[in-house]
């Protein structure tokens, strides 16, 4: 899974500061395809489109009555639905601005949504502990299927192509495989702020509330590395996967930005990482396809996106 | 039920005349209306018929769009034509008419009702009529007494006087011809007239009455012809005495004026001054008061001029007519003389007796060193004190000493006065146990007053007032809460304090003062015990039978005295226990994450059934439930690997092979098998039944030839959806795919299996479980043979060509059979199931027929069998 020749490392070039949110940003979400656009969602109930390459905000999506707490985007790029304190998630469409459903049921705050690959499901976590999935094909209300395992809040989770893997607060990592009929659960035994899978669904990187990253065997169950160093003990922050998954990036809690070689767990340099943001990194995301470009979200209320200086340059 | 089904029941000792046999769910048509249109009030009315109506009958309630609340005319807003915009009218030329709303005006008839019925009869003791009459009856009067009354009198009346009430009484004595003012009785001559009022006296006072008398006099001719009223009689109007005083005494007099003359009777009213003009008859007038009447109270006797060794005869006397009507007294105490020749003072009479000598007594010896200290004898003499006010009702009524306290200072037998108190209904025994509690109570809070009092303003002297505390305070403590448990040394010697009180015959030893303790400290601490004992003694006599308390008393942990280490053992022992009480708390599984080793201690597998749209949405087939049951039933559609599994399995007897439903035992519930009891597939064949396939004919019917050709292109389907899937999930280790071991090509039949090694254990197993129920399916004759497609389509059966033959046979054996096509109806339900055969069980053996079994399958199908 790692290239043979070791991690590219990590983009740290400040490339463009979106700072128009009022308040924190919990999410920033690049868009799918070419990914030149960047959703934020923040405390300030507010979806904004931005143009990372200019770092320009293009729109506002406001239509939610609480925070945003997660954004997922369709495969076409032409909707997404975003979630938070108001216990229902919003579907919209982004060429209009305004929602087209909002899918209610929940009981509690949805902390996390996410599409299917073809955008024809969406999966959300929420507080009351329940994963919701929502048909978007028929114009049933009522969710397909409750996924009701979980004994806490759902913080995360990720639908992949045959499987949906949630993370909670009572500590474990649940993967519903569909084909098999089957839920794997794993018992990390401390708060699961983020999972995200590899692309070959092999292994899932699951970041704790106890200072730990983990990288986990999907099949067996495993741990096959542990990546420490940074401080994550009481938010949400959300790990993720560098260029090529060649390696791990979280942001922290003082605002620093940390990144491990994935194979050997090793920190990479700068170490220790220079702090980027005033407060805690709410989210890191790697662009999806360009190998020096991520960005993160804080809660100081700005979002940055990072280059490699040749790239900043150009 | 037929009889012959009763009678098969019968055999089968079903009781057939029981109800639950007999029952009848069928309704046929629909039940009559009810005949008459009952008055029921439960009865459904649909929501467009319901409507509230009030006890006439009128409809109380309407929609909003037919006016609301009672919207009257029709229901409509008032006219025909509904809403109209009003036009204006001024109000200015009705100003007059208008009157002021009342809420009566407001009121409908019951409201009206209520209120009179909530009116209730105001006054019965109405006030005197001064006029006579009503005022109506007045009114009507006015027409007649025109000629009696002038007008300005008339109106002077109704204006001054106020509204007139009369009593009945007074109404019917007024027809009778009595006026106010007038006595009662027939009427009278005059000269019984003058006798009445001579006798006549003031009913408050006693004395003569001297006002209102008839003034006519006796030689009036024109008096005789008359006869006059009766002079009223005087009602006699008691004050009510409101102070405490003795009788006639006269709050502020003098002794003298108290008793030496009683001047003050019969001339109450004001003092008229003196001079010309006033008869004894005239009324006082606010201008003949005498103003400067005040400051004369002494001298009840008044000069009209100045008067100076004038003739005591020439003494014009002006007062009241009491005073004139006794001259002989006071001329006889005139004429009376000091012996220094002066004149006794009129209205006092010399003495006979002669004044007592004053005794003298000699003075006293006065010391020597004795100074005359006069301001001394200033302050202390009460004397000089300015008298104390008079002393008014409500002050000396407030005085501390009650009648009963005066009555024994003054020594009088107490009076064996009725019980005042509550506390004399009470029994001896209750009065002493309040008493006890109360002086409890007074003791404790003087006691430790003053305690804290003295201790305040200097250092006290150092034999320790004790504070004290009342013996069964200190014993009910005792007993009670203690509340210096965490300070054994401290309860020790509150305890000692305790008993110190308790018993105060001395058989306890006081608390002494510590060594170190100094006395302001010991005080204190006294103080404080005095304090706890009073506040944790438990609830005491009366109340305390009365109460029960709510929750158990805290004793506080059990205190071991004296300087007690816990042994070692002790503590590894609790040490132990909390340790185990912890790991009982952490489950292997957090106790295994909590040292890393994550892997299979920390992972859980459950079936887990995604919903079928769920999985049609994800383009995902929907895995079988019962994947961990039967795995080689399903294995085909739930697993992605692709492999050859049962090549080594030798197909058992080749002619001969048994093929079982699998009977689905607990599949999930859903909307479709509701109702069909424990059995999920009862009458699932029937429903399910339709043409069986192409294929079963082609089988049966086609040469050999035919079918080769269509099995072709079968295979070569089969690995074409998997191969995507594989690469997708990829939670399959390489190894387990495609295991190459050599293949008999004329057997070679793909499959889907779900993990290795479990697929041949489990073909086994399932293959030992199908003999034992062989015999079972063999009731119903199911034998399966079934190349139906899953109702995707996508999911293709291999098919196994040497399977043909017997299947063939079997086939051609139900169709012998009677055309019985049980057969296929349990194809049908196996198929419908989405029960993949494997291949090796594609054909079906049939068993060695059971005489027994087979009489019974010619025969028709028993109710059991239904059951």
């Known amino acids: 899974m790692a290239p043979s020749r070791g991690p590219q490392p990590l983009a740290r070039t400040l490339h463009a500061t979106l700072a128009n949110h009022k308040g924190g940003v919990n999410v920033s979400r690049y868009s799918k395809g070419a990914a030149k656009y960047v959703l934020t969602g923040g405390q300030d109930r507010t979806v904004r489109l931005w143009n990372a390459d200019s770092g320009t905000e293009i729109k506002t999506f406001a239509a939610h009555g609480y925070e945003v707490l997660s954004i997922t985007v369709s495969q076409d790029n032409a909707k997404f639905a975003s979630s938070g304190g108001d216990r229902s998630v919003f579907l919209w469409d982004v060429a209009t601005g305004t929602t087209t459903r909002r899918l209610s049921g929940h009981m509690g705050k949805i902390y996390v949504v996410d599409f299917n690959e073809d955008s024809t499901v969406v999966a959300s976590g929420s507080f009351d502990s329940s994963v919701r999935l929502w048909d978007l094909r028929s114009q049933n209300r009522a969710p397909i299927q409750i996924l009701d395992e979980a004994r806490d809040a759902v913080q995360t989770l990720h639908v992949g192509s045959t499987f949906i893997v949630t993370g909670s607060i009572d500590g474990h990592v649940r993967i519903y495989d569909l084909r098999m009929g089957e839920l794997r659960s794993d018992f990390i035994g401390h708060p699961v702020g983020s999972v995200i899978p590899t692309q070959d669904s092999q292994t899932y990187l699951v970041a704790t509330l106890d200072n730990h990253i983990r990288l986990m065997d999907s099949s067996t169950g495993k741990l096959l590395n542990d990546f420490t160093g940074h401080l994550n003990e009481s938010y949400r922050t959300r790990a993720c996967f560098g260029h090529a998954e060649a390696s791990v990036v979280c942001g922290d809690e003082n605002g620093q930005v940390w990144a491990w070689d994935l194979l050997d767990a090793k920190l990479m340099q700068p170490n220790p990482p220079p702090k980027t943001h005033q407060k805690i990194i709410t989210w890191t995301e790697h662009h999806p396809s360009d190998t020096g470009e991520m960005l993160t979200a804080s809660a100081d209320g700005t979002v940055k996106i990072w280059r490699h200086p040749q790239n900043t340059a150009s | 039920m037929t009889t012959r089904l009763k009678r098969k029941l019968g055999e089968l000792g079903v009781d057939t005349s029981s109800r639950k046999a007999s029952e009848n769910f069928c309704l046929i048509g629909t039940p009559l209306p009810p005949l008459e249109k009952s008055k029921d009030t439960g009865e459904f009315v649909p929501l467009w018929k319901q409507d509230v109506r009030d006890e006439k009958g009128r409809r109380r309630l309407h929609g909003a769009f037919t006016g609301g609340f009672s919207a009257g005319y029709f229901n409509t807003v008032g006219s025909k034509e509904g809403w109209a915009p009003a036009t204006f009218t001024s109000s200015r030329n009705e100003r007059a008419k208008k009157q002021a709303m009342r809420p009566e005006d407001f009121m409908d008839e019951e409201d009206i009702q209520d209120l009179k019925d909530s009116r209730t009869i105001v006054d019965t003791t109405e006030e005197m009529d001064f006029l006579g009459g009503t005022q109506a009856e007045l009114l009507g009067k006015t027409a007649d007494d025109d000629s009696a009354k002038d007008p300005i009198t008339r109106a002077l009346e109704t204006s001054l006087l106020p509204t007139p009430k009369d009593s009945v009484g007074a109404r019917i004595l007024k027809r009778m011809g009595w006026r106010l003012g007038q006595g009662i009785g027939t009427r009278i001559s005059l000269k019984e007239r003058k006798i009445q009022d001579k006798l006549a006296y003031d009913a408050t006072t006693g004395t003569k009455f001297s006002g209102s008398t008839l003034d006519i006099p006796d030689d009036d001719e024109e008096a005789d012809k008359h006869t006059y009223a009766r002079r009223d009689t005087p009602v006699l109007a008691v004050s009510r005495k409101d102070n405490s005083h003795g009788l006639g005494y006269v709050p502020g007099l003098g002794l003298n004026e108290s008793l030496g003359k009683n001047v003050g009777a019969g001339s109450k009213g004001p003092k008229l001054a003196g001079g010309f003009g006033l008869g004894a008859l005239n009324d006082a007038d606010e201008d003949d008061l005498d103003v400067y009447d005040h400051d004369q109270r002494n001298s009840r006797q008044r000069l009209a001029y100045d008067h100076i060794n004038g003739d005591d005869d020439d003494v014009v006397v002006v007062g009241g007519r009491a005073e004139r009507s006794k001259p002989t007294v006071s001329r006889s105490s005139a004429s009376a003389y000091f012996r220094d020749g002066r004149v006794v003072l009129s209205g006092f009479v010399l003495s006979d007796q002669p004044v007592a000598e004053d ?182 006599g009366a109340m305390a039978g009365r109460f029960t308390s709510a929750a158990v008393i805290d004793h506080g942990p059990k205190i071991i005295e004296g300087l007690h280490t816990p042994s070692i053992a002790e503590i590894e022992a609790k040490e132990a226990q909390q340790r185990k009480e912890e790991e009982d708390r952490i489950s292997p599984k957090a106790h295994a994450a909590k040292m890393g080793m994550y892997g299979p201690l920390t992972r859980e597998k459950i079936v887990w059934r995604p919903s079928k749209l769920l999985c049609k949405r994800f383009g995902v087939k929907e895995p079988e439930s019962d994947v961990v049951e039967e795995p080689v039933a399903g294995p085909s559609k739930t697993t992605p690997s692709f492999t050859h599994p049962e090549q080594g399995v030798p197909i058992p007897s080749a002619g001969k092979d048994v093929t079982t439903p699998v009977q689905r035992i607990d599949g999930p519930r859903d909307l479709a098998n509701i109702g069909l009891g424990e059995d999920e597939t009862q009458g699932q064949d029937t429903l399910s039944y339709e043409r069986p396939s192409m294929d079963i004919f082609k089988a049966i019917f086609a040469s050999d030839d035919e079918e080769s050709d269509d099995e072709d292109p079968v295979e070569e389907d089969v690995p074409d959806p998997p191969v995507p899937a594989t690469e997708k999930i990829g939670f399959t280790s390489a190894a387990d795919i495609l295991n190459d071991t050599p293949i008999d090509m004329s057997t070679l039949k793909p499959t889907f299996v779900p993990r290795e090694g479990k697929s041949k254990k489990s073909g086994e197993k399932s293959k030992e479980k199908k003999d034992k129920k062989d015999k079972k399916k063999k009731e119903k004759k199911s034998v399966l043979v079934s190349f139906e497609m899953d109702e995707e389509g996508d999911a293709v059966e291999p098919k196994q060509p040497k399977d043909r033959p017997a299947k063939k046979k079997r086939n051609v054996e139900n169709e012998t059979n009677g055309g019985d096509d049980h057969a296929m109806w349990a194809a049908k339900e196996s198929a419908s199931k989405a029960d993949p055969i494997p291949p090796s069980m594609s054909a079906s053996v049939e068993p060695p027929p059971d005489p027994d079994l087979q009489s019974r399958q010619k025969g028709r199908k028993r109710a059991v069998d239904f059951m």
């Open chain 2, 359 to 540: 005794r003298w007594f000699p003075l006293p010896d006065i010391p020597a060193n004795w100074k005359p200290d006069p301001g001394r004898v200033w302050e202390t003499n009460n004397e000089n004190v300015p008298p104390p006010a008079p002393v008014r009702d409500a002050q000396w009524k407030r005085s501390a000493i009650s009648a009963d306290q005066r009555g024994v200072l003054l020594g009088e037998t107490p009076l064996q006065a009725v019980p005042r108190s509550v506390f004399d209904y009470m029994s001896e025994k209750d009065r002493e146990r309040i008493k006890r509690i109360a002086s409890g109570l007074k003791s404790l809070s003087t006691d430790t007053g003053t305690d804290a009092r003295s201790a305040a303003p200097a250092p006290p002297p150092p034999p320790v007032s004790l504070a004290k505390v009342e013996p069964h305070v200190a014993q009910a403590a005792l007993r009670g809460f203690q509340p210096f448990t965490r300070d054994p040394s401290k309860q020790v010697r509150y305890t000692t304090y305790l008993q110190s009180q308790a018993n105060q015959d001395g058989s306890a030893p006081p608390l002494t003062r510590l060594p170190h303790q100094n006395v302001d400290e010991f005080q204190k601490e006294l103080e404080d015990y005095a304090k706890a004992a009073s506040l944790f003694k438990p609830m005491s």
